[in-house]
């Protein structure tokens, strides 16, 4: 079962994901643009933005974990986003050996995990500097379909501050973010009955053939099969039990 609600922290979401016994996730964590904070079973983890689906290897029964608004990552765990990219990494190789066994055993001994992993990064942010309002205004425009250079235009910083900024707030280039973003209102449509067609002229595409490639290529899928995964169908469309990754 996978559940998420809004963190206390601006723009993050908590996650869980349970099962009643260790599971090989079905699916394919697909990019979309955040960076992570994880608890697998025990384990702690950051996971880096992803430029390609990630399917994660070994069998967890329990994860939580804290998804960071777009861009938020880097400023809180004190680390750019091009060094984690398509990477999932133990925190004690970014703070440490001691800090990372410390927030470790905190959040074992936590009884909700989440919760833990939220406190963790309210307390980072109340250290941090404050959070970068033009990451939230390239997110914000690239997210709503709109073009790169134009955006860089809007913001007034030009196209080579837009790429320096983008590879160290989000670990790729605003072509890629940009991509990526097309790609998550594509699902969203898809998720919501929209049909292949429809929701890739809505969310940008040039035609179906396009989202499709970039459906393979970024989730490895495609979008008839994205679509009857979340109505719950097996690919013959009989009924089958729907896996969140």
């Given amino acids: 079962m996978y559940e998420e609600r809004p963190a206390r922290l601006d723009g ?49 029964a329990r994860y939580a974990g804290l998804r960071f608004a777009p861009g938020d990552a880097p400023r809180l765990l004190g680390v750019p986003a091009r060094a984690l990219r398509d990477l999932r990494v133990d925190p004690a190789e ?18 909700d995990p989440a919760l833990a992993l939220e406190e963790y990064a309210l307390r980072r942010a109340a250290d941090a500097a404050p959070a970068d309002p033009l990451l939230r205004a390239v997110t914000a425009r690239l997210g709503a379909g709109r073009p790169v250079a134009e955006t860089a235009d809007a913001l007034g910083i030009g196209p080579r501050r837009l790429h320096r900024l983008s590879l160290d707030a989000f670990g790729y280039g605003p072509l890629t973010l940009s991509r990526i973003l097309r790609l998550q209102r594509a699902l969203a449509l898809l998720r919501d009955g929209v049909p292949p067609a429809g929701a890739a002229a809505r969310a940008g ?16 899928t495609t979008p008839g099969a994205y679509a009857r995964a979340a109505r719950g169908q097996a690919p013959d469309g009989t009924s089958a039990k729907r896996e969140t990754p």
């Fill in 12 to 60: 993050a979401v908590l996650w869980t994901r349970t099962a009643p016994a260790p599971v090989v996730s079905a699916g394919p964590v697909v990019p979309d643009g955040c960076m992570d904070l994880i608890w697998a079973d025990g384990r702690l983890l950051v996971a880096g933005p992803d430029t390609r689906p990630y399917r994660p290897r070994g069998a967890v």
């Fill in 205 to 220: 595409y040039t035609d179906q053939a396009h989202l499709g490639r970039d459906a393979r290529a970024l989730a490895d």
């Fill in 94 to 111: 970014l703070w440490g050996a001691a800090p990372a066994r410390r927030l470790a055993d905190r959040i074992a001994a936590a009884p």
